[in-house]
């Protein structure tokens, strides 16, 4: 009897183990799976710790002094758009802007900017009118250059979030992990039967035996089944927070350099601005006034080769020699325009290479706005092949007006060097034409 029931048992096992052991190797590849998972994840945690530790010293370094944060709401701020002074308030930049605006950025206190030379005024190189939106209303400013917010909020709190404070993948079976298990085998003779008794005796011992092997192999299948499922959930939580911290980072990053972008951008304006006088010494003492434009020389000079760049070019050689006053210590120079024509086409081509360069500008309705807009780009030589997208909506007639009567024939009072007929220019990106 002994005999047919290691024979039982062996049987049970040969059935068993093939399928416990594709079992086992299936657990096996989920455990290293896990295992691979919880290291990405660590280095991810390693990376993630880094930049948020670049972002915070960043901006440490780049911040304003502390008592910039504690000038009050009410405090007076001069703003310069061109030569029009503006005022406005502290709080008012701060506060009620989006700090995520130009203007919210330049005065958040989260950059160290400056004000241009000794005007006690910040400078910006954008046209007078906007500035003058900005400062009405926050929903005013909202649709400006200046007030337009830029991102979100992440560069605030980037350096808030405890990256260490990671959610544990489980490395040991507890207890609870062993609580499974498989129903008790149990042999039950019907009433009645004829069944002999050592044959019973038999199944029972069988069965017996069976059940210590199978709870056996079931309370350590389901222990590390249990563990398994505890690890990969953990992993599942970890991956989840660790991807909601990147992206969060990750934006914050992308935000800090956008800002440090607009914080170069008005550093710039500031160290490169200049005051153009439009007129000489002698027309301001015979008109008394002459009129002035602050703007800055990169702005001036944006279309290379331009009759612009050449006039601005030459005037500021010729300031280094002669008693040109400087007014808040800002390079100043002074172009031969003097007309109101030529004044209006000067401030007309600084409007545009501030809000439409290089592109073509908005083609005035008017046909009479259009050839005066036409003639003054063409006067300054900023002309570029994008303005004969004008073309499409105009007439021939009105074509030829435009390209050819206007720049090749007529004359304008803008004085060249010799005193001869200036070269009219078209800009294009191959080079520049020239017409006699």
């Known amino acids: 009897m002994e005999d047919t ?22 657990l096996k590849q989920r455990h290293l799976n896990v295992e691979q998972a919880a290291q990405q994840l660590k280095s991810r945690r390693r990376s993630a710790i880094a930049l948020q530790r670049k972002l915070f010293l960043d901006m440490k370094n780049k911040a ?13 701020v001069n703003l310069l758009a061109g030569i029009q002074i503006h005022t406005s308030s502290m709080g008012y930049l701060q506060h009620d802007l989006e700090t995520t ?11 160290l900017l400056g004000e241009a030379y000794r005007t006690h005024a910040w400078f910006f190189d954008r046209p007078n009118s906007e500035m003058k939106k900005c400062l009405t209303s926050p929903t005013e400013a909202a649709d400006q250059y200046l007030g337009r917010a830029l991102c979100g909020q992440e560069h605030l709190t980037c350096h808030l979030i405890d990256v260490q404070d ?15 298990g498989i129903p008790g085998l149990e042999v039950t003779v019907a009433k009645g039967s004829n069944i002999d008794v050592d044959l019973i005796h038999l199944a029972e011992t069988i069965a017996c035996r069976a059940d ?9 299948f389901s222990a590390n089944l249990n563990y398994l499922k505890r690890r990969e959930v953990a992993v599942v939580q970890e991956t989840e927070r660790m991807n909601q911290i990147e992206r969060h980072l990750h934006q914050a990053d992308e935000n800090w350099a956008l800002e440090q972008k607009i914080a170069n951008e008005y550093r710039r304006w500031s160290e490169c601005a200049i005051l153009v006088n439009m007129g000489t010494e002698q027309d301001r003492l015979q008109h008394g006034t002459i009129e002035q434009v602050l703007t800055t020389t990169d702005l001036l000079l944006r279309v290379s080769n331009s009759e612009l760049t050449k006039m601005i070019e030459k005037s500021r050689k010729e300031a280094l020699y002669e008693e040109t006053p400087r007014r808040w210590g ?20 600084l409007l545009y290479l501030q809000l439409e ?26 002309l570029t092949k994008h303005w004969s997208k004008w073309f499409d909506a105009i007439s021939s007639e009105e074509q030829w007006e435009l390209h050819y009567s206007d720049m090749t024939f007529e004359k304008h009072d803008m004085p060249t060097e ?19």
């Open 418 to 436: 010799d005193g001869g007929r200036p070269e009219q220019t078209f800009q294009s990106d191959k080079g520049v034409s020239r017409f006699k």
């Open 212 to 220: 210590a092997v199978l709870n056996t192999i079931s309370t350590r």
């Open 101 to 111: 605006s130009r203007l919210g950025i330049v005065f958040s206190g989260r950059h």
């Open 330 to 349: 800002i390079e100043t120079i002074s172009i031969p325009v003097t007309s109101p024509e030529s004044v209006w086409a000067f401030r007309r081509c």
């Open 357 to 382: 360069w290089p592109k073509a500008p908005t083609m005035p309705k008017k046909k009479i706005e259009r050839k005066r807009l036409w003639k003054a780009a063409a006067k300054f030589g900023i």
């Open 5 to 26: 029931i290691n024979a039982a048992i062996e049987a049970l096992k040969a059935d068993t183990l093939p399928f416990l052991d594709v079992q086992r190797q299936r």
């Open 64 to 76: 304003a002094p502390s008592v910039f944060l504690t000038i009050k709401s009410d405090f007076t």
């Open 166 to 180: 990671n959610i544990a993948i489980p490395s040991k079976v507890n207890a609870t992990d062993y609580e499974s």
